[in-house]
């Protein structure tokens, strides 16, 4: 089975910052990865597929990056409704997802 | 509009069945693979179930494997998620999600999630 892990899991950060999220798989998935924003009590939203490709809809200060076992999300500038949890996932072979990212405002 | 409305949730006792179901709208049903997911109170996602366009392949996390089956009925626009020698460890929010092919690939649209809490 396929382990993502992602770092780190709390990330505090102002209004404006530039942030970025590390997704790391245990073996290569090629660029076979997406990542989900996460508000509570509601259901995750697609932000980017294939590691790099913004889903239509979504903000374009949301950028991913990497390819083989090594991922990023980057937030060019916070924005107050950004402030969520991120998951990456795998779906080289099943799915697994990582344990998520807290985005939270400093 | 893409709907996907889960339902069948509720407390259960260990060792109990349940059956959840998902009423999709808003697309082809039958052109997409679909899956299930799901959120143990204060945890992450977990990836429980997938299943083909047409029911013949079907995919489940070790952790359910041979207790949980999923199946769809593309006449009804429905999946379902049977869930047999349910555990403490399975009370989470499940989410149907539409993959975005027919085949393997990411979760573009999700249900608003149903409750499963298995307890004595």
């Known amino acids: 089975d396929i382990q993502m892990t992602q770092s780190p899991s709390t990330l505090s950060a102002s209004v404006g910052d530039r942030v970025t999220i590390t997704c790391r798989a245990s073996?290569?998935?090629?660029?076979?990865l997406a990542w989900y924003q996460q508000k509570p009590g509601k259901a995750p939203n697609l932000l980017i597929y294939m590691a790099s490709n913004l889903e239509n809809g979504v903000p374009s200060r949301f950028s991913g990056s990497g390819s083989g076992t090594e991922f990023t999300l980057t937030i060019s500038s916070l924005q107050p409704d950004d402030f969520a949890t991120y998951y990456c996932q795998q779906y080289n072979s099943d799915y697994t997802f990582g344990q998520g990212t807290k985005l939270e405002i400093k | 509009e893409v709907q996907l409305l889960d339902s069948g949730g509720g407390l259960v006792q260990p060792g109990g069945s349940l059956r959840l179901s998902c009423a999709a709208s808003?697309?082809?049903?039958?052109?997409?693979?679909m899956s299930w997911v799901r959120q143990a109170p204060g945890k992450g996602l977990e990836w429980v179930s997938a299943i083909s366009v047409n029911g013949d392949n079907t995919h489940y996390a070790d952790s359910v494997k041979g207790r949980f089956t999923i199946s769809r009925d593309n006449s009804k626009n429905t999946l379902y998620l049977q869930m047999n020698s349910l555990r403490a460890e399975d009370t989470a929010v499940y989410y149907c999600v539409k993959v975005r092919y027919s085949s393997l690939s990411y979760f573009d649209y999700w249900g608003q999630g149903t409750l499963v809490t298995v307890s004595s």
């Open positions: 073996q290569s998935i090629s660029s076979w």
């Open positions: 808003g697309f082809t049903f039958s052109s997409y693979a």
